[in-house]
């Protein structure tokens, strides 16, 4: 049996503060990330997808609905772990290298990929997430609901947002899109979508 383990978060639980406060964190990675996990354990075991790597998981659980409660934590322990990288101290604001030459190319300019990034995420109806793709060598913005994820639908994930109210209550309250803002503006990592793109 593989057994899945909650990774740790890739910064200090204060270091996104006050953007995202240390509360929020220990409950966000602590409780929920961590619940994930655990029910992504308990879901496959004595299954064939005991022996199989998440990704293997995700890929044959999508779009059936006798696995969907395996697919639903499998894929929410991969949202979560990509998003916890997605994010730095000191992030945010306009890209550099790579990334920033392919929005120019793709969106006409940063400023027209930040307001679409921000439409997609406030518009997300309920739980979900908020997309930078790469879908057939185009960037994308898309947005999906609930544990949903760009790898179920031929696209490469290189950045994302997590929108359920559990990411950002306890901060924002109802303001999704003032959370969504802050992270545009003061967290978002673009090194690693720089190296999700190669
Ligand atoms: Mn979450």
């Known amino acids: 049996m593989v057994l899945h383990t909650l990774p740790p978060l890739p910064y200090d639980i204060q270091a996104l503060e006050p953007y995202i406060s240390a509360q929020t964190l220990a409950f966000h990675h602590g409780k929920h990330h961590q619940t994930y996990v655990t029910n992504l354990n308990q879901l496959i ?7 199989q790597s998440l990704e293997d998981i995700i890929l044959n659980t999508a779009g059936c609905s006798e696995t969907i409660g ?13 998003f916890w990288t997605c994010m730095k101290p000191q992030g945010g604001g306009k890209p ?6 392919k929005i ?7 400023e027209e990929f930040s307001k679409h990034f921000k439409q997609a995420a406030v518009t997300q109806f309920g739980s979900g997430w908020a997309w930078l793709v790469l879908e057939d060598n185009h960037l994308k913005i898309t947005k999906t609901g609930n544990a949903d994820l760009p790898m179920a639908h031929q696209q490469k994930a290189l950045l994302t947002c997590d929108v359920w109210e559990h990411a950002y209550y306890l901060d924002y309250q109802n303001r999704r899109a003032d959370y969504v803002e802050t992270f545009l503006n003061y967290l978002v990592n673009w090194d690693f979508a720089n190296l999700n793109l190669r």
């Open 70 to 82: 395996i697919f639903n934590n499998a894929a929410q322990v991969w949202n979560h772990t990509f």
């Open 45 to 51: 075991e004595g299954t064939p997808f005991s022996e």
């Open 96 to 101: 550099t290298g790579p990334i920033l030459e």
């Open 104 to 110: 120019n190319q793709d969106f006409g300019s940063y």
